[in-house]
Structures are given as C-alpha cells and as structure tokens.
C-alpha cells in the first residue's frame, strides 16, 4: 500500500463515520506518523508505507472513525503558530480563541516595561503562554482550577521554553491579591442543556471547560464580580464568549466595571467572540 492508497481508504472509512473533516484529519494523521510534512506528503504520495506505518496509522484511523478527537490521537493541537500537548483532561484550542490572544496582544504590546497578565481557566496554556512567546515582556501566570490541566500547562510551557508562573485554583482565589495589567479568560460558557448536543468529539472533552450553568454565563458572572480588585489602574478584561452571549456579557461587565471603554470583537466567522473592558 502507498501513501495515496491509504488516504483514500482513510477519507472513505472516516466519512462513513461521520467524522466533519475526514480529509484534514487522515492527512494529519499521515504526516505525524510517517514524519513528513503537508508537500512531502502531496508530492511524494506514491511511496510505499511498511506494515507498522499502516498498522499504527490503522489504529490512529479506528480511534478516529470512533469519534476520539484528532487532537487527542495525535497528542498535538496548532494554536497561534505555536505546538501545544492536548489530551483528556484539558480543551482543545480552538482557532476562535486566536481572536482572544491577538486582541489581548494587542494591549499587551501598548504597555511599557513588564506587564503582569492572567490567564484564568488557562487549561493547556494556550492563550498564556502564547502571549508569554509572543510577546516576551509580559510577565504571565496561568491559574486554572485543574490540576489535570495544569499539569498539560507544564508541559506546554516547558517545550515551549516559554517563562510564566502556574497557580492551582478557582478562578482568582488561585491568586490571592494580586493585580494584573491584563486579565484574558476562556471560561467555560456553553449552557448546561446544551452540553449532551454538542458533536460527539467535545464529548471527549472535559465537562468542566466548558459546562457554564444553566445559563452559560456563570463563570462571567463571577470574573465581572471580582476583576476589579484584581485589576491594575488602566489595566484590561478580554473574556472570549459564547455565540450569542457578547451582549449579556458586555452588560454585565460594564455593570460591575468602571469602564472608560467597553466592546466586542467578531471572529474571523463574524461571530461576536470576544468582550473587552478597559478601565
Ligand atoms: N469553544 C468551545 C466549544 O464551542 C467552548 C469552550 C468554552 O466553553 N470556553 O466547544
């Protein structure tokens, strides 16, 4: 069997089992496995793979059409040009939440000197740490309730060779009495009722990143609550929201914020994603 035989057979098997991107996933299946990247791949499709590549990638493919997420198999998700270690226990990054990151950037990058930013619900560390690689000034820590996922921040930012501190807690009581320039969370925000909806593969993923209570809005509630005793002068909230929650969102910070000024910011699907206050 060469390489074009088994992505044939991999599309085929993963669209019957009613896997959304069957073509992405079994090509990134291919270049982890055998080691090569996306052109090596196109371009060298008639090469014969031995019988441990297939029977590796034959597992990796049943674990798939099972419903696992890709991510998981692989033990890998891209974010923000960066390389982050997922697996149960911690949310996948999701491309949306890049337009969470370059909006807090953004605000990092305006400020002299050191700026002290918190990640809350950091989970793998995907947005902490990429601020901390990409904009090095920043003086991160990562807080998140567990320690499963703490434990994936570690790793992240170890093999990121980035510098940030990890705290262990819920929300800001992992922080005691700290002030950040710039806090930036993804809360978990999906409604409760909806949790048993969503597509077989965020099943695999932790209830507790994503349950948001009856409403989805708990865990805003209690960030607008107390952002701002942990909120420097002039200092900034990014929280990333659900679709259809960035004016509930916005109301509610500008309610227990005294902002100078406040608003949303759409992803690259027009979707309001992101809700920011400045004070
Ligand atoms: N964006 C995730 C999803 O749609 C939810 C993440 C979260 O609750 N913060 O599955």
Redesign the pocket.
């Known amino acids: 069997m060469n390489i074009s035989d088994w992505l044939r057979h991999a599309q085929a098997v993963l669209t019957a089992s009613g896997c959304p991107d069957p073509q992405i996933d079994a090509r990134w299946m291919a270049e982890d496995t055998l080691g090569m990247s996306r052109s090596e791949l196109k371009f060298e499709s008639d090469r014969a793979i031995t019988g441990a590549q297939q029977a590796q990638l034959d597992a990796m493919l049943s674990r798939r059409a099972s419903g696992e997420p890709v991510q998981y198999i692989l033990g890998t998700a891209d974010f923000m040009g960066l390389r982050f270690h997922v697996g149960p226990g911690v ?1 996948i990054p ?1 491309q ?2 890049e337009t969470l990151v370059e909006a807090a950037l953004i605000a990092v990058r305006e400020r002299p000197g050191a700026p002290a930013v918190l990640d809350l ?1 950091a989970g793998s560390g995907c947005i902490g740490l990429s601020i901390a690689s990409l904009a090095p000034r920043a003086e991160v820590t990562l807080a998140d309730v567990s320690r499963e996922a703490l434990e994936y921040a570690r790793r992240n930012l170890h093999e990121l060779g980035a510098k940030a501190e990890l705290r262990h807690g819920d929300l800001f009581a992992a922080v005691g009495r700290e002030k950040f320039d710039i806090i930036v969370s ?5 409604p409760r009722s909806e949790l048993i909806q ?1 597509q077989r593969e ?1 099943r695999y ?1 932790p209830q507790l ?4 209570g009856p409403d989805g809005l708990d865990l805003y509630r209690r960030i607008a609550q107390e952002a701002m005793g942990h909120l420097k002068p002039g200092g900034a909230l990014f929280l ?1 929201v ?1 679709a259809g929650e960035a004016g509930a969102v916005l109301e509610l910070v500008k309610s227990k914020l005294p902002c100078l000024e406040a608003g949303t910011i759409r992803d690259l699907n027009g979707i309001e994603r992101v809700v920011f206050a400045k004070i």
């Not at 993804?186 to 999906?190: A, D, E, K, R």
Request: glycine share 10%; aromatic share 6%; net charge negative.
């Open positions: 949310l999701r949306d939440t619900c993804n809360p978990p925000y999906i969503l965020v993923e990143a994503l349950d948001g990333e659900g």
